[in-house]
């Protein structure tokens, strides 16, 4: 089974192409909202954040995300810190999601984040997509589904690195700057690409 990364910047269309591969039949692993669920269920992981973020950002067992998004905003040092209790424990459970897909003997699996490359999680994994938009079409798009202020999405791209670095290390890009037909005929080709792949990796 080979492990493919799917990554790109905030409002690239990461989720959106992962729908379609989706709808061709391939697993796929969503490592933000699967981080987001940890932080809500792994003692574990409660404890280390509670002692170094404090008690407070949980109320009644409810981890309050814009009160922890607070304490680390505009701050790497802290951000760093979150950052580093997080990931290993994402990256356990993507390794415990693995497992579980080999029994459906799957040519590929896919490995959605949107910080595959900045954690350098994109090492571990044998392909690597990257979807590409232009910045303004981005922060068009999820300002429009985030209802958030501009100033607030350039913020959290701020926070990611530049589109160029992570293209740099694409084994595919896919161009996502036209509409949803433009992005299936490229998934498709992918899609076949990575079967191809995975049957001569297997030969
Ligand atoms: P994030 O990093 O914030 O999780 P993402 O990379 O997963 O974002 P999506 O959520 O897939 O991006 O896309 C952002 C928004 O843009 C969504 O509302 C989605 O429906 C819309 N969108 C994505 N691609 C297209 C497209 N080709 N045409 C029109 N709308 C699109």
């Known amino acids: 089974m080979l492990k493919v990364g799917i990554t790109g910047g905030i409002g690239s269309g990461k989720t959106t192409v992962c729908k379609l591969f989706?709808?061709?039949?391939?697993?796929?692993?969503?490592a933000d909202d699967r981080a987001k669920f940890l932080m809500q269920h792994?003692?574990?992981?409660i404890d280390?954040?509670?002692?170094?973020?404090?008690e407070e950002i949980y109320d009644h067992g409810q981890l309050n995300r814009a009160m922890l998004a607070q304490k680390v905003f505009g701050n790497k040092e802290q951000l760093a810190l979150l950052n580093s209790l997080v990931h290993p424990v994402v990256f356990r459970d993507t390794e415990?999601?693995?497992?579980?897909?080999?029994?459906?003997?799957p040519p590929?699996?896919?490995k959605e984040a949107a910080l595959l490359v900045e954690t350098g999680a994109y090492k571990l994994l044998d392909q690597?997509?990257?979807?590409?938009a232009p910045l303004d079409v981005r922060l068009q798009r999820v300002?429009?589904?985030?209802?958030v202020a501009a100033a607030e999405v350039t913020q959290r791209m701020n926070n990611q690195l530049a589109e160029e670095e992570k293209l740099k290390l694409a084994d595919f890009v896919i161009?996502?700057?036209?509409?949803?037909?433009?992005?299936?005929?490229?998934?498709?080709?992918i899609h076949q690409a990575l079967i191809e792949q995975a049957k001569r990796k297997h030969e």
């Open 143 to 147: 300002v429009a589904r985030d209802k």
């Open 96 to 105: 415990r999601w693995y497992q579980e897909q080999l029994t459906a003997k």
């Open 175 to 189: 161009e996502n700057n036209s509409d949803l037909e433009a992005l299936k005929i490229q998934v498709e080709k």
């Open 22 to 30: 989706e709808a061709l039949g391939v697993a796929v692993y969503y």
């Open 42 to 45: 792994e003692h574990f992981l």
């Open 108 to 110: 590929y699996v896919l």
């Open 48 to 54: 280390q954040l509670k002692q170094n973020f404090g």
């Open 128 to 132: 690597l997509i990257v979807v590409s």
